[in-house]
T-cell receptor, first 111, second 113 residues
């Protein structure tokens, strides 16, 4: 079945560490996105990529980095520069029809 | 920047009643307006969407209406059931954000038996 997979489901980060969240899709979608979700804040755009080897900053890109070396993969690194990283992270992809398919999310907690 | 406002933030209805959630957007060039349902601990799922050349779209108990002049769109759920309880997000596609979706802050819908 086609879909989008995020891993891990839960992730714990110590102060000063970088961590990487995985996002893989087999839907043959060109565009991929990362959103952060906090209680009462909705979904805020971190980074997006419309084609391989190209990506753009969203509204809250500071403290995050991404790469898009393959069409299927769009990993997100939460760096030590992100001062408040505890949140639910959602990856999505979209094809020609505009609508997103979301992954099941990664819950990141700072310990 | 461009944004999407969503109201109400919480909504409680009795089973069988209707629920309406409203959103407004700021970019008059927006042309795509989806609605997502998110259950606890899961990713959002697309439930219905509408494009700017259409005023209304229905899918069984769910409908979306769009008023481009007023820049608002609404989700209507009829004959609500307990399994409709979830958080609902509206979104709009903005040209100046590379066509990424901008989301409202969500409405927590509770349907009581």
């Amino acid at each position: 079945d086609g879909g989008i997979t995020q891993s891990p489901k839960y992730l714990f980060r110590k102060e000063g560490q970088n961590v990487t969240l995985s996002c893989e899709q087999n839907l043959n979608h060109d565009a991929m996105y990362w959103y952060r979700q906090d209680p009462g804040q909705g979904l805020r755009l971190i980074y997006y990529s419309q084609i391989v080897n190209d990506f753009q900053k969203g509204d809250i890109a500071e403290g995050y980095s991404v790469s898009r070396e393959k069409k299927e993969s769009f990993p997100l690194t939460v760096t030590s520069a992100q001062k408040n990283p505890t949140a639910f992270y959602l990856c999505a992809s979209s094809g020609q029809g505009y609508g997103y398919t979301f992954g099941s999310g990664t819950r990141l907690t700072v310990v | 920047g461009e944004n999407v406002e969503q109201h109400p933030s919480t909504l409680s209805v009795q089973e069988g009643d209707s629920a309406v959630i409203k959103c407004t957007y700021s970019d008059s060039a927006s042309n795509y307006f989806p609605w997502y349902k998110q259950e606890l601990g899961k990713g959002p799922q697309l439930i219905i969407d509408i494009r700017s050349n259409v005023g209304e779209k229905k899918d069984q108990r769910i409908a979306v209406t769009l008023n481009k002049t007023a820049k608002h769109f609404s989700l209507h759920i009829t004959e609500t059931q307990p399994e409709d309880s979830a958080v609902y997000f509206c979104a709009a596609r903005f040209e100046n954000s590379g066509y990424a979706l901008n989301f409202g802050k969500g409405t927590s819908l509770l349907v009581t038996p």
